[in-house]
């Protein structure tokens, strides 16, 4: 393994460096169809699950076939959709937001062909490499963060939690039998890198320890004012402490019940983690859209305090997902998402509907706002 | 013959869902194999190591990755993360496991020339993981060791003009929906415009000079497929301001169930029957402000109480387009919910156009007075939401320079505490206390 050099010389890194060039051209990128007909679509269909068609005013069509798939990706796996592409959409492919793949094709003949390549082909588990769907009033791909794969402060894991979560909304995300669109989204830990507090259901990892103290190297590894600017809580105040051979070190100090667990420390800090077996787990959210149809946008309400970490597949969480998807699957009006619904129902009867328990931990009491969220009427169900 | 033992991890190989344990698998095994005699930059079983490590969080159901240090290109504040593990003598091979964030294309259009180039290079130089793509919208390139990142920086800007995304305390890589190239309820360019303020901030982007990250998301209408609202200090959503246009024939194809026209372009074409399409109920009834009348078989809209929420449009597109006059709402300090709970993004510009022919100057202008008042006003590590409830939604006006209007609120204030500026009452506060004891005794 010798190294081989580009010819960076980091003695003279100025030298011939190119930097703020941005990314790429998209202009370069868009299929011909796509850049003969930009800004002049006429309107599109949902012709099954995962298979669109777009018609322009020209009368040209294009159509596309979504995939799903894991966001964790293999350079393997990426030349696999580089054939697909290669062979059916003349080089060409795109990815959505939520972490589909889409595959176009400029006339209907193809689009067969290509479906069967695609659902043809199975990773050596037997799970399907591109599943067709993720269209249409039903579930799409999970958005998701790093967990246990790659992030300093999880509670939990992504990529496992949304493949266990995905197995069971597999149907839903072949179909369109739902009320309205229900998205899915996961964040390991509560900074929620994918800001997920907007969505149908949230999974959220959530620590429930504040962290350990490693005093002894403490003062060590890290800048103690940093660790204690870091808190969003104030909760870490520098202190002396005496370690068990009788020396006194700099270190600090933690008032546990000023703690949110939100591991900006431990970010900081090495001699601060505070990951824990028991500890950590998941929470669980419900009702909230980013889409401004019919209703504002809203957030996401915390339906289940705590469920803890099961692995490999987490059956209690897939368990309450089911029954939140169910029960609006059975209530919901067409084109009602799952927060209209549970503000038309009332959330007291969204719990009952959903046979989730409701516990004082779901009554907020996080600054100012909770007050928004108590009962100032006697109008309620029964 | 797999290195570690998973068989937690194996379990997750089953079911229907793309197994992300079945890809590494097969990744540590071509990179074991290495039939295409690759001369790995780093540790050829990384793989391997990655899906043992993984294993042990299983089981102890805890993470084993530390946040680590400052890796980084020669002056670039951003667009590596370091990552290190915490069993470097079990797992050698992710013992450094750093990150890169490479600028998305807009739109996320791709040819196979370009990603075959860049997956080439990851091969060569990284482990060959990779998140297509990360939550921001960059391509994630997951797991390299430090000597590689220049060498990677190198080769991503010379050979294939294409720069690193954002990261730590400055402009996060700009992401977009897919907008007017395939999504005829786009107001306005969304990849154009994208591209453009992606281009034009790469100091602000490379530099770290903010109080904190910050986010621009472009959703081309108010469907908000790229989540703008809730995810980006600002978001730009397309809007019109004149009429929605009205095909009175397709909507009586609608109205007459026809299977060219079907509800919603096909959205609920599954398993579940809902009956006949009825307009009156689907549409009418379910139009939040109720302004759309359907009689003689004509449908009238009344454009000056719409809200343009895009229901209508949603299940009626042959039927109902966007208007003609379109351009884009700003709005301001969306974030999650760390530490002041969650802010939705509030609405600061109710419309303005969108005009690459000015170097979309209408809008430019929002942004830099924005930030100048952010980067005067913010502390560390405040995000643009947390100022503005911090010194007031009145504030971001004056700043600005945009006139309050009724848009600006859902309602008006409840309470009467009006923090009158001297300036703003006549006489100013200075007062003589003896004139007024001439006629009103102590
Ligand atoms: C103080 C709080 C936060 C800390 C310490 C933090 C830390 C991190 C770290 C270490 C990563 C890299 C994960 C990896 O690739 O290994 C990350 C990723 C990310 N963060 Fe944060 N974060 C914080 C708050 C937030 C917030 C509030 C947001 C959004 C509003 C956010 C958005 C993101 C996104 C989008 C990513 C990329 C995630 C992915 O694609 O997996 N972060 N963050
Ligand atoms: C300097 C401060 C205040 C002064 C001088 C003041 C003066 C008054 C006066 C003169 C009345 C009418 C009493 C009457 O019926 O003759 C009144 C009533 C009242 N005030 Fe205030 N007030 C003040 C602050 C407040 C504040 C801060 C609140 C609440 C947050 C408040 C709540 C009330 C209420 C609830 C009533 C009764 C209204 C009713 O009978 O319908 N006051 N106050
Ligand atoms: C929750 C808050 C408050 C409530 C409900 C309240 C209520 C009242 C009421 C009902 C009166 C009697 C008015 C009358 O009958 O003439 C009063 C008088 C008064 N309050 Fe308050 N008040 C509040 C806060 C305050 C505060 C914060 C201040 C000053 C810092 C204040 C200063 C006064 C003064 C100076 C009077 C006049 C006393 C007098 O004329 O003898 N109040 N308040
Ligand atoms: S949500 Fe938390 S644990 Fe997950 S990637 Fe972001 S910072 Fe890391
Ligand atoms: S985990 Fe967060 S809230 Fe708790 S001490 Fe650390 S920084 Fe403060
Ligand atoms: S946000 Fe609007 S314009 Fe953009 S892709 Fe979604 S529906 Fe189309
Ligand atoms: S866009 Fe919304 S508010 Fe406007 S007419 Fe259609 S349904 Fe009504």
Redesign the interface.
């Known amino acids: ?8 010389n ?1 003695a003279k ?2 030298e ?11 202009n ?4 011909p169809v ?1 850049k003969r007909n ?2 002049k ?9 995962g298979v669109l068609v ?1 018609v322009a005013d020209s009368g040209e069509e ?1 159509y ?1 076939v979504r995939v ?12 696999e ?2 054939d697909i ?2 062979k059916h959409c003349d ?7 939520r ?1 589909n ?1 889409e595959f176009m094709v400029d006339s209907k003949e193809k689009v067969e062909p290509l479906k069967n390549d695609l659902a043809a082909r199975k ?9 067709i769907g993720g ?4 579930i799409t791909n999970i ?12 509670a939990t ?1 992504a ?2 939690t949304v ?2 979560a ?2 069971e909304l ?1 149907a839903d ?1 072949q ?4 009320p309205a ?1 229900l998205r899915v989204s996961m964040a390991c830990c ?6 997920v ?2 969505s149908d259901i949230a999974i959220l990892g959530y620590h429930r320890k504040p962290p350990m103290l490693d005093h002894e190297y403490l003062d060590k590894v890290c800048e103690i004012p940093l660790a204690v ?1 870091a808190c ?2 104030a909760a870490i105040k520098p202190s002396k402490q005496l370690l068990a051979n009788g020396t006194e070190v700099k270190s600090v100090a933690v008032k546990n019940e000023r703690c949110m667990y ?1 591991g900006n420390c ?2 900081m800090c ?1 001699s601060m983690p505070l ?3 028991e500890g ?1 787990g998941i929470v669980l959210m419900a009702g ?1 859209k ?6 504002d ?1 809203k ?1 996401s309400k915390v339906v289940v305090g705590f469920l803890p ?1 099961e ?3 987490w059956p209690s969480m897939t368990k309450a997902i089911n029954q939140m998807v169910n029960a609006y699957s059975n209530g919901a009006n ?2 009602e998402r799952l927060g209209d619904w549970a503000e038309r129902i009332g959330w007291e009867k969204f719990f009952e509907v959903c046979e989730l328990e409701f516990t004082h931990h779901l009554i907020d009491d ?2 100012q ?1 909770a007050y928004m969220s108590w009962r100032q009427s006697t109008q309620f169900k029964f | 013959m797999a290195k570690h033992e998973t068989p937690l991890l194996d379990q997750l190989e089953s079911g229907p869902w793309p197994s992300f344990v079945s890809d590494l698998k097969a990744q540590a095994e071509r990179r074991a194999k290495n039939e295409e005699g690759i001369e790995f930059q780093i540790p050829s079983d990384t793989v391997d190591d990655l899906l043992g490590i993984l294993e042990l969080s299983f089981k102890h159901g805890r993470t084993h990755w530390k946040h680590g240090g400052i890796v980084g290109v020669f002056g670039y504040g951003g667009g590596v993360i370091g990552r290190y593990c915490d069993q470097p003598q079990a797992f050698p091979g992710v013992e450094h496991f750093h990150t890169m964030r490479v600028n998305q294309p807009a739109g996320k259009y791709y040819t196979t020339d370009y990603l075959r180039t860049l997956t080439k290079l990851w091969d060569f130089r990284g482990s060959g993981i990779t998140n297509m793509h990360g939550a921001t919208g960059d391509i994630i390139l997951l797991g390299t060791t430090t000597p590689q990142i220049e060498e990677i920086f190198h080769t991503l800007t010379h050979d294939m003009g294409q720069d690193l995304g954002g990261s730590g305390s400055n402009l996060r890589t700009p992401a977009d929906c897919l907008g007017q190239s395939r999504c005829e309820y786009s107001c306005y360019d969304t990849n154009a415009m994208v591209y453009f303020l992606t281009n034009e901030y790469q100091d602000e982007l490379h530099r770290p000079a903010f109080p904190y990250k910050f986010k621009f998301k472009l959703d081309g209408c108010p469907n908000c497929c790229v989540a703008s609202i809730a995810r980006s200090d600002m978001s730009f959503i397309g809007t019109w301001r004149d009429d929605i246009r009205v095909d009175q024939d397709a909507v009586n194809k609608y109205v007459e169930n026809d299977a060219a026209y079907p509800a919603n372009a096909g959205a609920f074409r599954g398993s579940k029957d809902w009956g006949p399409f009825d307009l009156e109920k689907e549409v009418l009834g379910l139009c939040p402000t109720k302004c759309m009348k359907f009689e003689n078989q004509k449908l009238s809209i009344d454009n000056a109480n719409c809200t343009r929420c895009m229901h209508c449009i949603n299940v009626m597109p042959r039927a109902l387009k966007i208007g003609k006059e379109t351009g884009c709402s700003i709005l301001v300090g969306a974030k999650a919910p760390i530490l002041d709970g969650a802010q939705m993004g509030s609405l600061l510009v109710p419309f303005v156009e969108v005009n690459p022919d000015n170097d979309y100057e209408a809008i430019t202008e929002v942004i830099e007075n924005v930030w100048d008042w952010w980067m005067e006003e913010g502390k560390n590590r405040e995000r643009l939401g947390e100022l503005i409830m911090r010194q007031g939604f009145q504030k971001l006006l004056e700043v600005t320079g945009i006139k309050a209007q009724p848009q600006h609120v859902q309602y008006p204030r409840t309470n009467p505490y009006i923090f009158w500026k001297e300036d703003e009452v006549e006489g100013g506060w200075e007062r003589d206390v003896e004139e007024y004891r001439k006629h009103h005794q102590r």
């Open positions: 393994m010798a190294f081989i050099s580009t010819g960076y980091p890194p100025m011939n460096r190119i930097t703020d060039i941005g990314p790429k051209d998209h370069d990128f868009y299929p796509i930009k800004g679509w006429s309107h599109h269909e949902i012709l099954e699950p777009h294009v596309t799903g798939g894991a966001r964790l990706m293999s350079t393997g796996h990426i030349n959709i580089c592409a290669d080089g060409h492919v795109r990815f959505t937001t972490n793949i990773f050596d588990g037997g799970s399907f490499k591109f599943p269209t249409g009033a039903g958005v998701h963060t790093q967990g246990w794969l790659h992030c300093h402060t999880p894991d990529s496992g493949k266990a995905m197995d597999f995300f179909d369109h039998r739902l669109q509560l900074n929620m890198c994918g800001a507090h907007c600017s969003p809580t939100c431990y970010t090495p990951a824990d077996t950590d909230g980013v889409s401004n149809r019919i209703s946008p957030f970490n692995m490999p597949r067409k084109y996080f600054r706002q």
